[in-house]
Each structure stands twice: as structure tokens, then as C-alpha cells.
């Protein structure tokens, strides 16, 4: 995503990068960031939360509008959970039940049942223009 906007950038479209891996986004050197201290993969606002993600764009387009200087990056003061547990225990097998794992484990598979299915299908596609 960071190569993307900067990408953009050179062609004269405005960028801002949300993101939860601070250190990596400004090592790419993105001209504008704005840094959630969630986990991977929610940076644009807590899930099914509508204000947590409208506070979240809205941040975005005040730093579009208003970056004082390229590889500007701006904290978003929104907060994961009360605790910095969170860190620790988001994702972490040590902290699940034997049900949960064996959830997601179902869950994974069936996922990796889609994918297969679709490189199935995608190979005899391609077979049958041959």
C-alpha cells in the first residue's frame, strides 16, 4: 500500500495511508499516515463501529487537507481497549479456549476448501481453452 500512494503521489493524486504497523508505513516513506494503535488489519476503525471509523476518515481528511509537511504522520487518539493487554492476548493461541481454537481451525479449513475449489476451477478453465 505504501509503494501505491507513492506511486500516486508522483502523478499528483493526494494520498493518506491508514494503517496499524507505524514503523513499517514510515519506513516506506508515505507522504501522509495516519497510525491506529489497533491491531492488523483495523485501521480504518474498530469493527461494526460506525463512529470509530467516521472519526477515523475524518482524521484522514483533516491530514489530506492540512499535512504540514510530507511523511507527515498523525496519532489517531482512539484506543483498542482500556488495557495494553490487548497486545499480547489479540490473537494469541495461549489465550484461547480449546473450543475457540478448534472454531477458527473449522473455519480455516473451510476457507482453504474455497481456494482450492477455485484453483480447481480456474485450472480447468484454462485446460479447456487449450
Request: charged content about 25%; hydrophobic content about 35%; aromatic content about 6%.
Amino acid at each position: 500500500m505504501s509503494l501505491i500512494a507513492r506511486h500516486l503521489e508522483a502523478s499528483g493524486i493526494p494520498t493518506v495511508v491508514l494503517g496499524s504497523a507505524k514503523d513499517i508505513v514510515e519506513h516506506c516513506g508515505v507522504p501522509r499516515f495516519v497510525f491506529s494503535d489497533f491491531p492488523l488489519g483495523n485501521s480504518a476503525g474498530k469493527p461494526n463501529d460506525r463512529d470509530s471509523q467516521a472519526a477515523t476518515l475524518e482524521l484522514a481528511l483533516q491530514l489530506l487537507e492540512c499535512a504540514p509537511t510530507s511523511r507527515t504522520t498523525v496519532q489517531s487518539p482512539q484506543r483498542w481497549s482500556e488495557s495494553v493487554a490487548w497486545k499480547v492476548e489479540f490473537q494469541n493461541i495461549e489465550y484461547m479456549s480449546a473450543e475457540e481454537i478448534a472454531r477458527r481451525r473449522a473455519e480455516f479449513d473451510k476457507i482453504k476448501q474455497v481456494g482450492q475449489q477455485i484453483r480447481d476451477n480456474t485450472e480447468a478453465a484454462r485446460s479447456k481453452k487449450r
